[in-house]
């Protein structure tokens, strides 16, 4: 389903909510800062990480993502996960619009799946404010413990508000009593 702004913009000037759908690929940079080793099950790293959307959502984003590393034994079974958080600066169009929002995305993940949130935000012109949220969740595509890039499905809804400022009420009688 694409819906233009146009068409998310109504006169009674109240938000709407609109939904998507798409994947959403994660693909590790450089490496900003680490590893820091906190102990001998708990690692951090501080990366780059682009985020690549198709979808109703579809660009990339120039993201800086810290990942905590976790390493447990339950039962003699080594069970390894990461936790991460980053944000950024999405490009691209949501809904076929041309847009440049804010992201910030947190989740887990270990060598099968990932799952988590996101929310952007951001102003497309004077006159809108995009808000939005989303959740990504899937089997994973490629290796992304340690590097490489994966791709999972994501839902979103998102609202578009029109803040068009009216005339003020101004008083035209030019009568002196």
Do not use: C
């Not at 905590?68 to 980053?86: P, Q, R, S, Y």
């Not at 950024?88 to 990932?114: C, D, M, P």
């Not at 929310?119 to 992304?144: A, K, M, P, W, Y």
Request: aromatic fraction near 6%; hydrophobic fraction near 30%; charge should be negative.
């Amino acid at each position: 389903m694409a819906v233009t702004t146009a068409a998310a913009t109504h006169a009674d000037h109240d938000d709407h909510l609109n939904r998507g759908m798409g994947t959403v690929t994660f693909t590790q940079g450089a490496t900003i800062s680490g590893p820091t080793v906190l102990s001998d099950h708990t690692t951090i790293v501080k990366v780059h990480e682009t985020l690549s959307f198709t979808g109703n959502l579809t660009g990339t984003a120039l993201t800086i993502e810290r990942d905590v590393m976790h390493t447990l034994t339950d039962e003699g079974n080594k069970i390894a996960f990461t936790t991460f958080h980053g944000n950024g600066t999405f490009i691209g169009t949501l809904a076929n619009n041309q847009v440049t929002l804010h992201i910030r995305y947190e989740g887990v993940k270990n060598s099968t799946f990932a799952r988590g949130n996101f929310v952007v935000s951001g102003d497309t012109n004077q006159n809108s404010d995009i808000h939005g949220e989303g959740h990504f969740r899937g089997t994973l595509t490629g290796g992304v413990e340690g590097g490489g890039n994966s791709t999972v499905g994501y839902t979103m809804h998102w609202n578009v508000s029109t803040h068009t400022e009216e005339p003020e009420a101004r008083d035209t009688d030019t009568d002196t009593d």
